[in-house]
């Protein structure tokens, strides 16, 4: 049976160019540094209510309530919240289950959202989610959608799957949607509808 966390635990990987810390299970570090924005540290907060709730393999680690937190130099942040993963380090990948997820930066929240399962890559912090995906940006756009991907180093948050958004203006639905993070623009693409006029 796979190792499961019994209390919490606070794992910081050291960023080449950054000096401190000193590494615990290092196999978990990010296998890259990105761009200006470096990724300065990595928190996992492990805390366990119990005992393993399935096998798993040798090579993985199931945890029960897990807050994943992934910061960068321009003072962003991604911050996971779940009530049980299975990490499984090898592959830097975590298999999240009842997810809360929040980007901020130094304006404030840049979105939310909230889903059933979502895959979570630990070396770049980018993510998908899926079943029930819903969440808000920061401009007060709601989204709806099967599945929502998060792409860290592209600074965006999209999806390619029948969507419905609910703003200020009405309820729309689309093919898809692209938001831009660090543009704060919210776009619908293919077959857009209006749904609701305001």
Do not use: K
């Not at 920061?138 to 998060?150: I, L, S, T």
């Not at 938001?179 to 006029?197: D, H, M, P, S, W």
């Amino acid at each position: 049976m796979a190792p499961v966390a019994s209390s919490i635990r606070t794992i910081r990987y050291p960023t080449p160019g950054v000096t401190g810390g000193g590494a615990r299970w290092s196999r978990w570090a990010p296998a890259r540094a990105r761009r200006a924005g470096t990724l300065t540290a990595v928190v996992l907060s492990l805390l366990a209510h119990g005992g393993a709730r399935a096998a798993v393999p040798e090579s993985q680690l199931e945890i029960a309530g897990l807050t994943f937190i992934g910061s960068r130099g321009d003072g962003s942040e991604l911050v996971l919240r779940a009530t049980r993963a299975v990490m499984a380090p090898d592959t830097h990948q975590a298999r999240l289950f009842d997810v809360r997820a929040e980007v901020t930066n130094e304006q404030g929240s840049s979105f939310t959202m909230r889903c059933t399962e979502a895959t979570l890559n630990l070396a770049t912090n980018d993510f998908s989610a899926e079943g029930d995906v819903t969440g808000v940006t920061e401009e007060g756009e709601r989204y709806a959608a099967p599945w929502v991907r998060y792409s860290e180093e592209d600074d965006l948050l999209y999806s390619d799957a029948r969507v419905s958004m609910e703003n200020e203006s009405g309820r729309y639905s689309g093919d898809g949607f692209r938001y831009q993070i660090l543009e704060r623009r919210f776009r619908l693409i293919g077959n857009v509808r209006v749904e609701q006029a305001p």
